[in-house]
């Protein structure tokens, strides 16, 4: 194997690769060998592209490395359940959304929204807050529900522990509603769209208020996101230099990390609201489970919620640390999918136009690891495909949900990696897309670009028929 140095163009600005090449572009891989073309995430590339691909180790794992890999598998499968009930682990509740990870993540890929009005989400959750700042600069939690509806709750012991025949009482319940519109492109075809309505019903500790601020959340794909926390802050930044000379803001989103008691860049979450893998784990334990850790030791109980307090913890902490440790192992090692079609005319073309239509400003194609990453060496020194700057950028009203985050505004959200998007059918069966889950597609996606997207939003509907179905074959094989 040589190294060889490589300059290329995206976006108007360029990006240094380092590629381990064979003589014929190709990298052998866990026993496949990948042309480089195809490689996805360098050394963390797999040739795989059924319902496990989002779910499978990084190749070349030593065997201790392997096992802790499976145990974080384990944890991401586990069920939650009530102290001292058996068939799972102790610490789900009091009140919460779901029971295990891969509930919402199912197959490592993206949720769904509900199919009825009358089916509640479990993979699409609600955030609300209240004008005003939290503590650090964080949102400010509603004072009778907190930072998230929790639309489930547990059989439990009231506040004189004399056992309740009901569920300790959830928040609220949830409920999507669809508006629908037509856009047509310019070549006559009409492509419907819809837009979600959020419909809250029976909240049982008073009304929500007409200030408080809500915003729907897709659980997105977990595969990959090692590669992400591993470039380094600099190169975001530097990023975000290039963009405002070609007339766009992308910005990096500043928050508070936990774990380190001081602030970070935010690169995870769809207002890139986290800023590591370890404390986006804690969060969605702490907010989507009711699972305590020893960074997030309170439970889900604001004051008015006397039920909740009374009931006993399953652990303290919950999720212990040993488990918190494998189960972060196991997301910084779950490797990506090859890319697929890379020879074809029409994943070439597409490409083109994606460059073209300034696609690629914010969905970078390429980045690059940091040359040492501590945490985990093995994710140094990798060259990725993963379609995203981790930078937020306005998009417009259409998509603006009215609820700041940190640095980041009510229009602003984070650009979303866009691998593996044509296999999120086989690994989750949805297609649901944006933070919402309102785009069934990418063409959907693409027509509610707003804000600094609109010129890309425009390019591609003023693209011929076989120049956006070559787009769309492009999107579908990264």
Known sequence: MESAMRTRWFGGFSVVLLAALSAAGALAVGGDTIPDEALSAGALTIAKADADAFIEPAPGLEYRQRERFLRGRHHFNQRWVQ??????????????????CVACHVGGGRGRPPESPTE?????????????????????????????????????QDRDDTFLGDRVTPEAEVFVDWETR??????????????????????????????????????????????????????????????????????????RDD??????????????????????????????????????????????????????PGNQPELIDN???????????????????????????????????????????????AATFPKLPLLANQTFRAYTDLLIHDMGDDLADGRPEFRAGPRDWRTPPLWGLGLSQVTSGSTA?????????????????????AVAREAFRRMAKSDREALLFFLDSI
């Not at 200030?211 to 090692?226: E, K």
């Not at 979450?269 to 334990?285: L, T």
């Not at 989507?288 to 919620?305: A, F, I, M, R």
């Not at 959907?444 to 600094?452: C, R």
């Open 83 to 100: 102290f001292p009930s058996i068939g799972g682990d102790w610490g789900l509740g009091p009140t919460f959304i779901t029971n295990k």
């Open 259 to 312: 774990i380190g008691d001081r602030m970070a860049i935010g690169r995870f979450g769809w207002k890139s609201n986290q800023p590591s893998i370890r404390q986006q784990i804690a969060a969605a334990f702490a907010g989507d489970l009711g699972v305590t850790s020893s960074l997030y030791l309170e439970q889900n109980c604001p004051p008015v919620q006397v039920d909740c307090a009374a009931q006993p």
């Open 323 to 369: 488990d918190w440790d494998e189960l972060e192992f196991w997301t910084r090692l779950l490797a990506v999918p090859a890319r697929r079609h890379v020879t074809d005319a029409r994943f070439l073309r597409g490409g083109q136009l994606f460059a073209e239509a300034q696609c690629a400003v914010c969905h970078v194609p390429e980045m690059r690891t």
């Open 120 to 156: 509640q989400p479990v993979s699409l959750l609600v955030r609300i807050s209240v004008p005003g700042d939290g503590p650090h600069g964080a949102p400010k939690p509603h004072p009778h529900y907190g930072d998230q509806i929790q639309n489930a709750g547990l059989m439990g």
């Open 182 to 255: 037509e856009v047509a492109l310019a070549d006559g075809e009409i492509v419907p769209l819809r837009k979600p309505k959020l419909r809250v019903g029976k909240t049982w500790f008073g009304p929500l208020g007409d200030d408080t601020m809500t915003s729907l959340r897709l659980a997105p794909p977990v595969f990959g996101l090692g590669l992400l926390e591993a470039v380094p802050d600099e190169t975001l930044l530097a990023i975000a230099n290039a963009q405002e000379a070609q007339g766009f803001r992308g910005r990096v989103n500043v928050v």
């Open 433 to 453: 897309m944006l933070h919402d889950g309102r785009a069934r597609n990418a063409t959907e996606a693409i027509l509610w670009h707003g804000g600094e997207a």
